[in-house]
């Protein structure tokens, strides 16, 4: 019986499709045909394509056309799909199984390209960017490119006997090259994980459900943490947690399992065949979807994990091989002869898209919301892989050394993520530790906060009160952080942020170590560099800008001395006052916090919201350099929200008068350029009307003049 799901306002979509190129004899629809595999070429907008036989091609994806191909002589077959060393733009691939080709761009005939015979079958290779290509062979062992190429006729080992891989994929992490191989054995599956620098390896076994097989495999890392999922016969997504420290060699362990998503929706069931991860949130699954009484449609559908809903989907009435690839947001596959592309988007999957403003999408936020029936009040009990356990109340006098051992452990725990509400025991752990805090003002573990919520997607909710006593310490790089990370924050705290880093000074500001990243790239070039500097203003206006701007000539070029308006706060507060305009908020509820702003401040943050439009409006994109630094939206949002909040204020304030004055001019000069652009742009469409309707066998030449 199909679960009722509740629907929220589209978050992924797909949008335009295109043909990268035809499919030879045997590449087609059907589970038998297909391609060997399609891998990252060496420049964003390149692929690799392996077919099942003797040739490998590399395809521009935005021109639609082939860059360079090669083929094996007659005789011999690709076994191993074609990779590119991100390193050297070298290609690597394997014949017949043992036989390893090296090659370049410039070579034309690949029977003439680098050549070495090995000892054991290859499985697949992998490139990874900084670690080289890995080679995995068919009976487990894994050796890097450089290694294998010192002796190709190195004896390599045999580690899963008669068992069969199936998926492998591998990863950097933390500068160690990881691999991790899926393989199958009388209906059971299992799993390896190789760190190759360590030579460490594990098996896991999966837990299954009775009656289901795995048909396909994906996985990515973050935080030491594997999450494999896995598409199963029974119509369902399953996600297993692999944590990469392990502090005991065990022969064989067995991975429990979690729901992720029943591929179920208003009585249809998608059966899959392949799937790929998009982001935290949304998975695209290749499939067919099957409607009681109704012929089953294969189709792309895209799927929101957090809220267990089917967001979008398209049929695909030629079918497909049942294989997918996602490169670059956009999704290869093929569909009847040719190989599809089709270019997607997926937006941050938060209630804050439905009610009040949106984070920023590069903002990380909470993976998923937990059980609160199962969480204790009073005390939180951990139970560590050695059978110990660690209990932390708020009363409990806990001396230094074992504050340490208590800290080393739990973080431990947090390498391993596999217990049941793993974010709501982390949180009750922060929320035990500040209880503390309050009882004993000299106990603050400062760094080890941080390190909690810079690495786990933690959210208010899970520790309501770190907020409020990292505002009544001053620590200001917990409180962005905070800010940054959180999804669920009180209107009346983030005010009570904004009032804390407008009141305290820039000289104390210098002393404290803050993130920069969303303000060094356009406030460096300001602050180091005192001499006037020209630039052309490609939109927007100097706000001294007279009124009678509009007489000069179209083509006149507009002029801003560099000095013109200079920022009007030090990096470190623009970088605290950034994490405040990308927080998630509701003007309504805001909006009565805001009316407390003392003017000072609020005529000051006012001067840094304008700068900042006027940055904005410098470029065409009208986009701030650097990382997630604040959007023209939010900045615009949070003007409208002071202005609303202080006017009368305002206009009474003489240092406002004339930044009120400056920001009219500018919007203003903003308006009539836009609005002269409108005008551009309905004569172009007129033009363009009227061309359609003409003889195209005539020539002429015309001139239009604007006036």
Known sequence: MCRERWRLPNMAALCESFTLCGLGPGSGVGLDGG?????????????LLTDRGRTATLFKVSDQKPLGCWSAKHGQIITCPVVCNSETHEYIAV??????RIWKNTDVNLDKAFKATLSADVYRIHSLPKGGPVVLFKGGGVRTLDVLLEAPQQEIENIISDEV?????????????????????NGDSFVYVQKLK???????????QE?????????YIKNQIITLLCLSSNDCVYKFLIPLQQNMEEEEQILPRSLLLNLSVSGSVLKGTSFVVLDKDHIAVLGSLATAGEESKECLTIWNTKFQTLQTSKELPLGTSGQIWCYEKKFFFTHGKVLTVVIYKCETSSLAAAVGKLKDSQAPDVSSFVDWNNLGDEELVISFQSQQSVALKPESGMTDASTTVFENELRQVMSKGQMPDFQ????????????????????????FLLQIVENQDLSYSLCPDLMVVALEKKDLHLLQICLQRFPDIPEEITYACLKAFLSISDAYLQRIDLNLESVICYLDIELNNKEVKTEIVENGFSTELEQDIWETKITKKLHVTGDSESCPVGPQKAALLNAILHSSYSETFLLPHLKNLPAQQAVLFLRYLYYLYVKCSEKITTTLPGTCPPTVNQIMDWLCLLLDAHFSVMVMLPEAKELLSKLHK?????VRFYSELNKIEGSLQELQRLNHQKDPHTYSVEVLELI
Request: hydrophobic share 40%; proline share 6%; charged share 25%.
């Open 35 to 47: 391609l060997l595999a399609l891998e990252p070429g060496p420049d964003r907008d390149h692929v």
């Open 95 to 100: 014949h017949d199984d043992k036989v390893l």
């Open 165 to 185: 891989i199936k998926w492998s994929e591998a990863f950097m992490e933390r500068e160690q090259p990881v691999l991790i191989f899926a393989t199958e054995k």
């Open 198 to 208: 360590m030579n460490n390896l594990h098996k896991y076994k999966l837990e299954q």
């Open 211 to 219: 009656l289901s097989k795995a048909l396909s495999f994906t996985a």
């Open 424 to 447: 709501a025991t982390i949180g009750c752990v922060v929320t035990a530790i500040i209880n503390r805090c309050k009882a004993n003002p000299k106990y603050y573990p400062r760094n």
């Open 666 to 670: 500018f919007v203003r000069a903003q």
